[in-house]
Structure formats: structure tokens, C-alpha cells
């Protein structure tokens, strides 16, 4: 075989198209539950931790419906003991007979969890702190009294008949040897789930990684993992933990809780429907998250940033000319999410200096003009040109290419006396002005 036989060979084996979804898991994490994994929604757990957040009764309701209605596996709500409102709200919850089932968030301690179950929920996700920090500065206490009282609240939550969640708290900045003792033994007496917190938000995706895989050897039971946003790792790190044999991840509409938050839901869709669409569009109301979204950034008065995931006014905006081209010929040249799957639509900005004759051609075509495509390349740089002295809205160009065409659909008019010296006279855009005669 000759040389450029050769080089044409590895060519075509390596541009070979291929049906697998490169953006899938990877066949060599085994463990992974990226194709199986499950929402816990903690928009009113978490969320009521966010600055702005105050969800009286009704808002909670109207929440949790809405998040329910999306297909979210689990809601989280408030500890029944961190004030009387929150346990008459938790009640009034867990009365509404949502699929989802509802879980509420208490401390590792017996007096929690007697009031937890008294609520109708239908687990409870018991946390204490297990980082040297927390030990120290927050409970005060060490690692026998965090077991001891483990066990004690876990067989009673479990003696009731519902779920039970043990979850260290500040996991990555916790002693592993303690973390994975900790954990076996919950395992043992026959937890629903042990939780991986990283309530800093210090973790990366390659500590996560690691700490699930190890973790999995340890437990049978299944893995939660909450992840906060601080050094902005947490879609990722869902995601990585997913890949390492999680099955649970935490999340919050809009990403709302404690300082900077959570994992979005909004977010994690976005990178979840790249990896397993199917999955993914077969269990959740994709295009319910806008509304969601509104109904949250409504009640906590803050606005959607303009690069949020899915929902960013900017999310399917395309402005450069060469994006616009070939979005126009095929859409997956520059979106690898469809804005259909969620109920929104891709945008064209066209009314900018960046703009190229394609999307002028499709604005034209959009307005029922006819034009050539030189005609359109001609009207673009007039475009192009106003654009250069100040900024554009839609209306701008739409005047320009109507005038533009209307310059060329009006008819001339013929000299009333022939032989005169008029010109013909061009009564386009409601002007009259002299026009070179044109000689036969």
C-alpha cells in the first residue's frame, strides 16, 4: 500500500460517522447512572436559605405543584423544627398527594426526627457535620457521639415505615477514613441513601470522581450528592458524580439557596439532555421550566440571567454573520440543545453591525420581500453602515429593507412632453427627484 493510500485509509476510519452519542456516558465508567439518575428538588429546603427567599404557604404549594408537574423524583422541604410555620407548611405538603415524595431535611439529633415523622412525609434526610471545622466550631462534637447518634435516629426513622437519607455534612473537607466508617456503618443498619455534601463549594470534578468510586466500594445503598456553587463546579460536579455511580443529585430552581447556591435544575437539564436525551425527555416536562422558573424568580424578586441555561433571554441568540449562515442551514452547527425540546425558540439578532446577508436574506423573507441575493447583499451593507455609527433595533433594519425595496418596486415615471430635457422622475419612497435618462 502506497503512502497516500494509506493516509486515505486512516482518514476515512477516523471520520467515520458513527451512531453512538459522543456526548453520552463513558462505556468505561460502569457504575455510571447517568441513563438512571433522580431529581431532589430543594428549591423549598435550600431555597428558603437564599437571601431574597421568603415562600409564605401558598407560594410553597404552588412550588411544589409546579415541581411535580415537571417529574422531579423528590421535594425537600424545611425542617418542621425550624419554626412552627414550617411544620404546618410541611404538613399541608405532604397532603396534596403529589407523585413526587416528599422529604424533609432535619439534624442528626432525636428530638428532629420525632417531629419529622409526626409530619406525613415520606422520608427524612438526616445531616451532621463531619468536617474538622464543623466538628470544632458548629456541634462541637466527635466522631463516636456523630455514630452513636446515627444509629439511634436511623432505626427510629426507619421503625416508622419511610425513607431515611444519613448525609455528612461538608464531606470533601472531611477525613476520608472517618467518612467511609461513618457511612458503612449506616449501610449496615439499612439506610435508603448516604449523602456526599460539599457545602462549600470547594470541590472539583476529579475529587468528586474519586470520592464516589471509593465510596461505592464501601456502601450498597444508594448515593445523594449536594454540591454548592461557590468556585462554580456544581453542574459539573453533578454531573462527574453521576458518571461515578451517584444516583441522586441535589438541585434548586434556578440554583437558589445558601450564598450563591446549588446545583440549578434548569442547568443540570441542559447537560443531562446532551448526555442521555432519551432518558431525559421521557421523564421530564422539559418545557415546563420556564414557568417554573418565572413562578421562582418572581417570588424571590430577581431576574433570569440573560446567559442562564435554556431559559437566558441570549440562550439561542446567534448575531455573528457566520453563525447565523449556518444555524439557517442546519441549527446543530452552533446549538448542540435544541430550543424545541424546551418549548423555546432560536433568534436570529440580525439588527447589528455583525450581521451577515444570510440573516438579512431570512429577515426578508420573513417581511414577504422579494429581493436577489445581490439586492440583499447590496441592502446588508447599508446595514452594516448604520450600524457602524450607532446601535440597531429590529425596526431599524426593517425600515431600511422596505425602503430598500420600495426603491426598487416603484415604477418610473415617462416624461409628460417627449423630447424634452426632463429626466424621468422616481417617485419611490415618497420623494420626487431627477433620474439620468436613459438612452435607447
Same mark, same amino acid.
Given at each position: 500500500m502506497?503512502e497516500n493510500?494509506?493516509?486515505q485509509?486512516?482518514?476515512?476510519?477516523?471520520?467515520a460517522?458513527?451512531?453512538s452519542?459522543?456526548?453520552?456516558?463513558?462505556?468505561?465508567?460502569?457504575?455510571?447512572?447517568?441513563?438512571?439518575?433522580?431529581?431532589?428538588d430543594?428549591t423549598?429546603?435550600?431555597?428558603e436559605?437564599f437571601?431574597?427567599?421568603?415562600f409564605?404557604?401558598?407560594?410553597?404549594?404552588?412550588?411544589?405543584r409546579?415541581?411535580?408537574?415537571?417529574?422531579?423524583?423528590?421535594?425537600?422541604?424545611?425542617?418542621?423544627?425550624?419554626s412552627?410555620?414550617?411544620?404546618?407548611d410541611?404538613e399541608?405538603?405532604?397532603?396534596?398527594?403529589l407523585?413526587?415524595?416528599?422529604l424533609t431535611?432535619?439534624?442528626?439529633?432525636?428530638?428532629?426526627a420525632?417531629?419529622a415523622?409526626?409530619?406525613?412525609?415520606?422520608?427524612?434526610?438526616?445531616?451532621i457535620?463531619?468536617?474538622?471545622?464543623?466538628?470544632?466550631?458548629?456541634?462541637?462534637?466527635?466522631?463516636?457521639?456523630i455514630?452513636?447518634?446515627?444509629?439511634e435516629v436511623?432505626e427510629?426513622?426507619?421503625?416508622?415505615g419511610?425513607e431515611?437519607?444519613?448525609?455528612?455534612?461538608?464531606?470533601?473537607?472531611?477525613?476520608?477514613?472517618?467518612?467511609?466508617?461513618?457511612?458503612?456503618?449506616v449501610?449496615?443498619?439499612?439506610?435508603?441513601r448516604?449523602?456526599?455534601?460539599?457545602?462549600?463549594?470547594?470541590?472539583?470534578?476529579?475529587?468528586?470522581?474519586?470520592?464516589?468510586?471509593t465510596?461505592?466500594s464501601?456502601?450498597?445503598?444508594?448515593?445523594?450528592?449536594h454540591?454548592?456553587?461557590?468556585?462554580?463546579?456544581?453542574?459539573?460536579?453533578?454531573y462527574?458524580?453521576?458518571?461515578?455511580g451517584?444516583? *441522586?443529585? +441535589? $438541585?434548586?430552581? /434556578?440554583? #437558589?439557596?445558601?450564598?450563591?447556591? =446549588?446545583?440549578?435544575?434548569?442547568?443540570?437539564?441542559?447537560?443531562m439532555?446532551?448526555?442521555?436525551?432519551d432518558?431525559?425527555?421521557?421523564?421530564y416536562?422539559?418545557?415546563?421550566i420556564?414557568d417554573?422558573?418565572n413562578?421562582?424568580?418572581?417570588?424571590?424578586?430577581?431576574?433570569?440571567?440573560f446567559n442562564?441555561?435554556?431559559?437566558?433571554f441570549?440562550?439561542?441568540t446567534?448575531k455573528?454573520?457566520?453563525?447565523?449562515?449556518?444555524?439557517?442551514?442546519?441549527p446543530?452547527t452552533?446549538?448542540?440543545?435544541?430550543?424545541?425540546?424546551?418549548?423555546m425558540?432560536?433568534y436570529?439578532?440580525?439588527?447589528?453591525?455583525?450581521?451577515?446577508?444570510?440573516?438579512?436574506?431570512?429577515?426578508?423573507?420573513?417581511?414577504?420581500?422579494n429581493?436577489t441575493?445581490?439586492?440583499i447583499?447590496e441592502?446588508?451593507?447599508?446595514i452594516?453602515? *448604520?450600524? +457602524? $455609527?450607532?446601535? /440597531?433595533? #429590529?425596526?431599524?433594519?426593517d425600515? =431600511?429593507i422596505?425602503d430598500?425595496?420600495?426603491?426598487?418596486s416603484?415604477p418610473?415615471l415617462k416624461p409628460?412632453?417627449k423630447g424634452?430635457?426632463?429626466?424621468?422622475?422616481?417617485?419611490s419612497?415618497?420623494?420626487?427627484s431627477?433620474?439620468?435618462?436613459?438612452t435607447?
Amino acid at each position: 500500500m502506497s503512502e497516500n493510500n494509506e493516509f486515505q485509509s486512516v482518514t476515512e476510519s477516523t471520520t467515520a460517522p458513527t451512531t453512538s452519542n459522543p456526548y453520552g456516558p463513558n462505556p468505561a465508567d460502569y457504575l455510571s447512572n447517568v441513563k438512571n439518575f433522580q431529581l431532589i428538588d430543594s428549591t423549598l429546603r435550600e431555597g428558603e436559605q437564599f437571601a431574597n427567599a421568603f415562600f409564605d404557604t401558598e407560594k410553597k404549594i404552588e412550588i411544589a405543584r409546579a415541581l411535580d408537574d415537571f417529574g422531579v423524583d423528590y421535594i425537600e422541604l424545611t425542617s418542621p423544627v425550624a419554626s412552627e410555620q414550617s411544620r404546618k407548611d410541611c404538613e399541608a405538603i405532604c397532603k396534596l398527594g403529589l407523585k413526587a415524595k416528599i422529604l424533609t431535611h432535619i439534624r442528626c439529633h432525636m428530638d428532629d426526627a420525632k417531629v419529622a415523622v409526626e409530619t406525613g412525609v415520606d422520608g427524612v434526610d438526616v445531616v451532621i457535620g463531619t468536617s474538622k471545622f464543623l466538628r470544632q466550631y458548629s456541634h462541637g462534637k466527635d466522631m463516636n457521639y456523630i455514630a452513636k447518634s446515627a444509629v439511634e435516629v436511623i432505626e427510629f426513622v426507619k421503625s416508622k415505615g419511610i425513607e431515611i437519607r444519613f448525609s455528612s455534612e461538608d464531606s470533601f473537607r472531611s477525613d476520608l477514613v472517618d467518612l467511609l466508617n461513618i457511612y458503612k456503618t449506616v449501610d449496615k443498619i439499612g439506610v435508603n441513601r448516604v449523602g456526599i455534601a460539599d457545602t462549600v463549594g470547594c470541590a472539583n470534578p476529579r475529587q468528586v470522581y474519586e470520592l464516589i468510586r471509593t465510596l461505592k466500594s464501601v456502601v450498597s445503598c444508594d448515593i445523594e450528592c449536594h454540591f454548592h456553587n461557590d468556585t462554580g463546579c456544581a453542574i459539573a460536579n453533578a454531573y462527574t458524580a453521576l458518571e461515578g455511580g451517584a444516583r *441522586l443529585i +441535589d $438541585v434548586s430552581v /434556578l440554583g #437558589i439557596g445558601e450564598r450563591n447556591g =446549588i446545583t440549578p435544575l434548569g442547568g443540570l437539564m441542559a447537560r443531562m439532555i446532551v448526555a442521555a436525551p432519551d432518558y431525559v425527555k421521557s421523564k421530564y416536562k422539559l418545557h415546563k421550566i420556564r414557568d417554573i422558573e418565572n413562578l421562582v424568580a418572581d417570588a424571590v424578586e430577581v431576574n433570569i440571567p440573560f446567559n442562564n441555561p435554556i431559559t437566558g433571554f441570549c440562550a439561542f441568540t446567534h448575531k455573528a454573520g457566520i453563525h447565523a449562515k449556518a444555524i439557517l442551514a442546519n441549527p446543530s452547527t452552533y446549538e448542540i440543545l435544541d430550543p424545541h425540546d424546551f418549548g423555546m425558540k432560536r433568534y436570529i439578532h440580525f439588527a447589528n453591525r455583525l450581521t451577515g446577508w444570510n440573516a438579512i436574506k431570512s429577515r426578508v423573507d420573513q417581511l414577504n420581500l422579494n429581493l436577489t441575493d445581490d439586492q440583499i447583499k447590496e441592502v446588508t451593507a447599508k446595514i452594516k453602515k *448604520l450600524g +457602524d $455609527v450607532r446601535p /440597531l433595533n #429590529i425596526d431599524d433594519v426593517d425600515s =431600511i429593507i422596505k425602503d430598500f425595496h420600495a426603491e426598487l418596486s416603484t415604477p418610473l415615471l415617462k416624461p409628460v412632453n417627449k423630447g424634452t430635457d426632463d429626466d424621468n422622475i422616481d417617485i419611490s419612497n415618497g420623494h420626487v427627484s431627477k433620474k439620468a435618462k436613459v438612452t435607447k
